[in-house]
């Protein structure tokens, strides 16, 4: 009787014990938005239905995941391209975004690479208990079947269509495309901590003031030497690559997230070099440890439209006294001579 008994209490705890683990794993799921999204615009309204679907299930399992519901996103994968799938968990992971709209209407875009643009998508972050908006926007590119090529955070709407509409008058959309791609490669780079992307955009001859430079050519002259910046502010703010990589990885690490937003962006074509475009935006920073906000200033070289150079980045926490901020006219472009 003693080895019955002691089996019965065996089972009884084994039962108690699972009963308990149901019961706390039920709780730490919680009820999530079910989002739809709808889409009009360029295709064919059978390509729209299709991608329509595919990015309503991503939200969907983005929502399931943070619920409690889900942890991988292999129910969307027949979505996606390899690449696409790659870009897609790799956000999910490292952000956690999460859609909080029933039902999401826009446009599909067709693109001049033949591709799909869909914008716009409006999600939220994890801002943990750190001050600022804990708003993003989504932009999924997609292939000509509808398969998920790209996703990464975008630069709001508003200021995509403003900014387009001013190239479609000065006659460069084109490169204006580029421009605020590269923009949003910028900031899902820095909200995904991608150290290893942010070095490998830097040449080692980058000019850097209190920033960054993603391409520099020693034969495109000195930027910084030719420039009205006084050699005194020069040396206040002047980095080299290697202090301003390790800066940030440092960031990094001591950051559980980070979110880089931006704000009133101005592009300006050089008047005598109309290959040079000037950025201005005003850049805000949150982090779980640290947040500021200054004024950035990015100097492009499209020459080669296929591969743009960035020569200068800047990035100042404050206007100068005259209320100005580092432009493309502090800068003295210096063409190499061809042999």
Same mark, same amino acid.
């Given at each position: 009787?003693?080895?019955?008994?002691?089996?019965?209490?065996?089972?009884?705890?084994?039962?108690?014990?699972?009963?308990?683990?149901?019961?706390?794993?039920?709780?730490?799921?919680?009820?999530?938005?079910?989002?739809?999204?709808?889409?009009?615009?360029?295709?064919?309204?059978?390509?729209?239905?299709?991608?329509?679907?595919?990015?309503?299930?991503?939200?969907?399992?983005?929502?399931?995941?943070?619920?409690?519901?889900?942890?991988?996103?292999?129910?969307?994968?027949?979505?996606?391209?390899?690449?696409?799938? $790659?870009?897609?968990?790799?956000?999910?992971?490292?952000?956690?975004?999460?859609?909080?709209?029933?039902?999401?209407?826009?446009?599909?875009?067709?693109?001049?690479?033949?591709?799909?643009?869909?914008?716009?998508?409006?999600?939220?972050? !994890?801002?943990?208990?750190?001050?600022?908006?804990?708003?993003?926007?989504?932009?999924?590119?997609?292939?000509?079947?509808?398969?998920?090529?790209?996703?990464?955070?975008?630069?709001?709407?508003?200021?995509?269509?403003?900014?387009?509409?001013?190239?479609?008058?000065?006659?460069?959309?084109?490169?204006?495309?580029?421009?605020?791609?590269?923009?949003?490669?910028?900031?899902?780079?820095?909200?995904?901590?991608?150290?290893?992307?942010?070095?490998?955009?830097? #040449?080692?001859?980058?000019?850097?003031?209190?920033?960054?430079?993603?391409?520099?050519?020693?034969?495109?002259?000195?930027?910084?030497?030719?420039?009205?910046?006084?050699?005194?502010?020069?040396?206040?703010?002047?980095?080299?690559?290697?202090?301003? $990589?390790?800066?940030?990885?440092?960031?990094?690490?001591?950051?559980?997230?980070?979110?880089?937003?931006?704000?009133?962006?101005?592009?300006?074509?050089? #008047?005598?070099?109309?290959?040079?475009?000037?950025?201005?935006?005003?850049?805000?920073?949150?982090?779980?440890?640290?947040?500021?906000?200054?004024?950035?200033?990015?100097?492009?070289?499209?020459?080669?439209?296929?591969? !743009?150079?960035?020569?200068?980045?800047?990035?100042?926490?404050?206007?100068?006294?005259?209320?100005?901020?580092?432009?493309?006219?502090?800068?003295?472009?210096?063409?190499?001579?061809?042999?």
């Amino acid at each position: 009787m003693r080895i019955k008994s002691d089996w019965v209490i065996g089972a009884m705890l084994a039962v108690s014990f699972y009963m308990t683990f149901e019961v706390t794993a039920q709780t730490r799921r919680s009820t999530y938005v079910k989002s739809r999204l709808v889409l009009d615009g360029s295709g064919t309204p059978e390509i729209r239905q299709t991608i329509g679907a595919a990015l309503t299930a991503v939200l969907q399992e983005a929502n399931r995941i943070k619920a409690g519901w889900s942890n991988n996103l292999k129910n969307v994968e027949r979505h996606c391209s390899p690449e696409g799938f $790659i870009a897609l968990k790799t956000l999910v992971e490292r952000t956690g975004f999460f859609s909080v709209i029933p039902e999401y209407k826009t446009n599909l875009i067709e693109t001049p690479q033949g591709q799909y643009e869909v914008r716009g998508i409006k999600v939220g972050v !994890p801002m943990g208990e750190t001050q600022g908006d804990p708003t993003q926007f989504l932009v999924f590119t997609l292939t000509k079947r509808g398969d998920i090529a790209n996703v990464q955070f975008a630069i709001e709407t508003t200021h995509y269509e403003r900014l387009m509409e001013e190239g479609r008058g000065l006659n460069d959309m084109i490169y204006r495309k580029q421009i605020l791609g590269f923009l949003e490669d910028y900031r899902t780079a820095h909200n995904l901590k991608d150290i290893d992307y942010l070095e490998q955009v830097y #040449s080692e001859e980058a000019l850097i003031i209190v920033g960054r430079v993603l391409k520099n050519k020693k034969t495109d002259g000195d930027y910084l030497a030719n420039s009205l910046l006084g050699e005194t502010q020069v040396q206040l703010i002047k980095r080299s690559k290697r202090e301003y $990589i390790d800066s940030l990885r440092q960031a990094f690490k001591r950051n559980a997230f980070v979110k880089v937003t931006f704000d009133k962006i101005e592009i300006v074509r050089h #008047s005598r070099f109309p290959d040079f475009y000037g950025i201005k935006v005003e850049q805000q920073w949150n982090s779980s440890r640290y947040s500021d906000h200054g004024y950035l200033f990015i100097m492009i070289d499209f020459e080669k439209p296929e591969s !743009p150079v960035i020569h200068v980045r800047a990035w100042q926490p404050e206007k100068f006294h005259n209320g100005s901020v580092v432009e493309l006219g502090y800068f003295k472009i210096l063409r190499p001579r061809k042999k």
